[in-house]
């Protein structure tokens, strides 16, 4: 299984970006898909996840009204749409392939992992 992400780059402070997470080598509507930022010296932390077929989606509390998961299950992709940016929203941003087909925030219950796209929030 590969998770491709891509997306990230630098934007000013209350700008936008649309992260994209293509996935290959098992079936990708079977799976809830979840997004983890890592910010230089901290953990891997939970931002957003949605489940199989898209019709609910989970947020951390500091990306809600800000953020936006979804799924095109006919491209085997994952998006999440940043809006209204903020400088701590900087992190290497990981999308990862959960164990079953429903919402989950612990990254303990998602076995496949991107390589991570840069995202640098300046003020």
């Known amino acids: 299984v590969q998770l491709q992400a891509s997306g990230g780059g630098l934007v000013q402070a209350g700008g936008s970006l649309r992260l994209s997470c293509a996935a290959s080598?098992?079936?990708?509507?079977?799976?809830?898909m979840g997004w983890f930022p890592q910010a230089p010296g901290k953990e891997r932390e939970f931002v957003a996840a949605i489940d199989w077929n898209g019709g609910t989606t989970y947020y951390a509390d500091s990306v809600k009204g800000r953020f936006t998961i979804s799924r095109d299950n006919a491209k085997n992709t994952v998006y999440l749409q940043m809006n209204s940016l903020k400088p701590e929203d900087t992190a290497v941003y990981y999308c990862?392939?959960?164990?079953?087909?429903?919402?989950?925030?612990?990254?303990?219950?998602?076995?496949?992992w991107g390589q991570g796209t840069l995202v640098t929030v300046s003020s």
């Open positions: 080598g098992r079936t990708f509507s079977n799976y809830g």
């Open positions: 990862a392939s959960g164990f079953t087909h429903g919402v989950t925030v612990n990254p303990g219950r998602y076995d496949y």
